[in-house]
T-cell receptor
Framework: GQQLNQSPQSMFIQEGEDVSMNCTSSSIFNTWLWYKQDPGEGPVLLIALYKAGELTSNGRLTAQFGITRKDSFLNISASIPSDVGIYFCAGQRSGGSNYKLTFGKGTLLTVNP | SQTIHQWPATLVQPVGSPLSLECTVEGTSNPNLYWYRQAAGRGLQLLFYSVGIGQISSEVPQNLSASRPQDRQFILSSKKLLLSDSGFYLC????????????FGDGTRLSIL
């Protein structure tokens, strides 16, 4: 089946630093999504990308849909302690009525105050 | 606005006992519904999805089953739990027939003893 390669697997940074993580795929996706999961909770949608080349921001978060449709990155600027959590990318292929997602394995972010 | 509810939040069950986890969505009609399992805080595995009442698609062979008795109700069940069924179970919904993202509930932590 399709797989998403998400990197890095984990990051340990100092408060105030910028963070970058990315996902790559061997297949094309029509939509790229980025989620954040806090411990013991469900993933929460951060950013949705629908067009190749699209660059979208949500506060200190910026994500881009790669031109080839096979990759996406997420940047977090000026990290703060509450940014701690697991970040997941997900690709979605349109078609049919189910719109299943393919998830990366997540990036565990730790922010040292 | 739409909301998704899962219960219970935590469940401890003996091996061989039955299981019933419930998920309901409010504020939308005819959603796509999904059950995921997440092991060790990473890697979301899609178990089942449904595009309508009574319509269930299984992604992986397993000891679990799903049912959708009402439009906005999705149930995950087992007749006899195995130790390997332990994990964090997440329900999600999305708008039928669109590329809008999936939105997740807060999950159920299932421990099998």
């Amino acid at each position: 089946g399709q797989q998403l390669n998400q990197s890095p697997q984990s990051m340990f940074i100092q408060e105030g630093e910028d963070v970058s993580m990315n996902c790559t795929s061997s297949s094309i996706f029509n939509t790229w999504l980025w989620y954040k999961q806090d411990p013991g909770e469900g993933p929460v949608l951060l950013i949705a990308l629908y067009k190749a080349g699209e660059l979208t921001s949500n506060g200190r978060l910026t994500a881009q849909f790669g031109i080839t449709r096979k990759d996406s990155f997420l940047n977090i600027s000026a990290s703060i302690p509450s940014d701690v959590g697991i970040y997941f990318c997900a690709g979605q292929r349109s078609g049919g009525s189910n719109y299943k997602l393919t998830f990366g394995k997540g990036t565990l972010l730790t922010v040292n105050p | 606005s739409q909301t998704i509810h899962q219960w219970p939040a935590t469940l401890v069950q003996p091996v061989g006992s039955p299981l019933s986890l419930e998920c309901t969505v409010e504020g939308t009609s005819n959603p796509n519904l999904y059950w995921y399992r997440q092991a060790a805080g990473r890697g979301l595995q899609l178990l089942f999805y449904s595009v309508g009442i009574g319509q269930i698609s299984s992604e992986v062979p397993q000891n679990l089953s799903a049912s959708r008795p009402q439009d906005r109700q999705f149930i995950l069940s087992s007749k006899k739990l195995l130790l390997s069924d332990s994990g964090f179970y997440l329900c999600a919904w999305s708008v039928w027939g669109s590329n809008q993202p999936q939105h997740f509930g807060d999950g159920t932590r299932l421990s099998i003893l």
